[in-house]
T-cell receptor, first 114, second 111 residues
């Protein structure tokens, strides 16, 4: 079984709809991240969390919110989806506590906003 | 702030050697990571450099020069399965709490 899972894997929605993307991990990591990836722009950080009570904005948090329901679960919500939020979204985890920590990525969610 | 530059695309032949460059500007420095990402899949960790010099790991090697803000990933004996995007990333701050990723270099390996 995959260590980091994301649901759904693909989603098509309409402008103005509220969407939730979910991420679960069995790695026992404290740190979790949400990124979006757009062609030519690389991965950009939306939100990150270092433990259940810690939530931090990344470089592009506007239009998004997150919830850390448990150590293993980190959800990303689009309050009112717009077409320029069409992208590939990745969740990632890392153990925490060291600047050399590798990040482990989920398989991604491809979101299309019409 | 942080800025990372990589070539957008590269093409090489099976069995050859290819070097993928990455230049960065950061306010602090706490190491540089390379990730591999096949089309439509998740990035996976390849290497980490924090000291100057070459780190070798099988067919893949990574080099770092902190004074020049420069790194490269060297892929030897290229195989078709090496066709992927290669991302370099640096920690956003001195604590390594989150990362800035480069735009990635898409490598195509031709027969």
């Amino acid at each position: 079984d995959a260590d980091v899972t994301q649901t759904p894997r693909n989603r098509i929605t309409k402008t103005g709809k509220r969407i939730m993307l979910e991420c679960s991990q069995t790695k026992g990591h404290d740190r979790m991240y949400w990124y979006r990836q757009d062609p030519g722009l690389g991965l950009r950080l939306i939100y990150y969390s270092f433990d259940v009570k810690d939530i931090n904005k990344g470089e592009i948090s506007d239009g998004y919110s997150v919830s850390r329901q448990a150590q293993a679960k980190f959800s990303l919500s689009l309050e009112s989806a717009i077409p320029n939020q069409t992208a590939l979204y990745f969740c990632a985890t890392s153990p925490g506590g060291s600047s050399t920590d590798t990040q482990y990525f989920g398989p991604g969610t491809r979101l299309t906003v019409l | 702030g942080q800025n990372i530059d990589q070539p957008t695309e590269m093409t090489a032949t099976e069995g050859a050697i290819v070097q993928i460059n990455c230049t960065y500007q950061t306010s602090g420095f706490n190491g540089l990571f390379w990730y591999q990402q096949h089309a439509g899949e998740a990035p996976t960790f390849l290497s980490y450099n924090v000291l100057d010099g070459l780190e070798e790991k099988g067919r893949f090697s990574s080099f770092l020069s902190r004074s020049k803000g420069y790194s490269y990933l060297l892929l030897k004996e290229l195989q078709m399965k090496d066709s992927a995007s290669y991302l370099c990333a640096v920690p956003r701050d001195n604590y390594g709490q989150n990362f800035v990723f480069g735009p990635g270099t898409r490598l195509s390996v031709l027969p």
